[in-house]
């Protein structure tokens, strides 16, 4: 299976816990976003990179959340000191550069803060 | 998995009919659009896409409607089936220079056999 892939799918942790998630892009994107999605709502916009920078941040990303994409593929999204509104499903997904570019998305992360 | 439709707008048709689900965007800017099928428990899984120089676009069994006048996209999904059965969503890229997509509430479709 060559698509978006997300690790690990489910998590669940206490409050005041840091996770970590981890996403690997389709070979060769270099365009990679991270999303939130809570139930019954659409994915909402977090952060994206173009290689290793990260170009936009969405103010829904406090300062306990920061991603990263050292190397330009893999990307990993870290929250500090999680909150019971963490709870959602963390989403990635990978394009190739271009305007209107398709999004394609992996399965996501499944995060409840008990 | 769990249901990802709580609270959606829901769309019942039997097998083998047509459906129409309609999504309404906010953004006059917006010139490129996409309708992803997400699952439970399931990432959204891109069905079919269109650009505002266009006003209808045809997939496999799906098409998509554009009207920039009324800000109104449509997706049609012929003789639908059982394993049509998600939750739809239309996206829109605003243009801020960097691609990220807004999403819309969603719609549930259900199809009975």
């Known amino acids: 299976d060559t698509g978006v892939s997300q690790d690990p799918r489910h998590k669940i942790t206490k409050r005041g816990q840091n996770v970590t998630f981890r996403c690997d892009p389709i070979?060769?994107?270099?365009?990679l976003y991270w999303y939130r999605q809570t139930l019954g709502q659409g994915p909402e916009f977090l952060t994206y990179?173009?290689?290793?920078?990260?170009?936009?941040k969405s103010r829904l990303l406090s300062d306990r959340f920061s991603a990263e994409r050292p190397k330009g593929s893999f990307s990993t999204l870290e929250i500090q000191r999680t909150e019971q509104g963490d709870s959602a499903m963390y989403l990635c997904?990978?394009?190739?550069?271009?305007?209107?570019?398709?999004?394609?998305f992996g399965p996501g992360t499944r995060l409840t803060v008990l | 998995g769990e249901s990802v439709g709580l609270h959606l707008p829901t769309l019942s048709v039997q097998e083998g009919d047509n459906s129409i689900i309609n999504c309404a965007y906010s953004?006059?800017?917006?010139?490129?659009f996409i309708w992803y099928k997400q699952e439970s428990g399931k990432g959204p899984q891109f069905i079919i896409d269109?650009?505002?120089?266009?006003d209808k676009r045809q997939g496999q069994r799906v098409t998509v409607l554009l009207n920039k006048t009324v800000k109104h996209l449509s997706l049609q999904i012929a003789a639908t089936q059982p394993g049509d059965s998600a939750v739809y969503f239309c996206?829109?890229?605003?243009?801020?220079?960097?691609?990220?997509?807004?999403f819309g509430k969603g719609t549930m479709l259900l199809v009975s056999p």
């Open positions: 996206a829109e890229n605003i243009r801020s220079g960097y691609s990220t997509l807004t």
């Open positions: 269109i650009r505002s120089n266009m």
């Open positions: 953004n006059s800017a917006s010139d490129y």
């Open positions: 997904a990978s394009s190739l550069p271009a305007g209107g570019d398709t999004q394609y």
């Open positions: 990179f173009q290689n290793e920078a990260q170009l936009e």
């Open positions: 070979s060769e994107h270099n365009r």
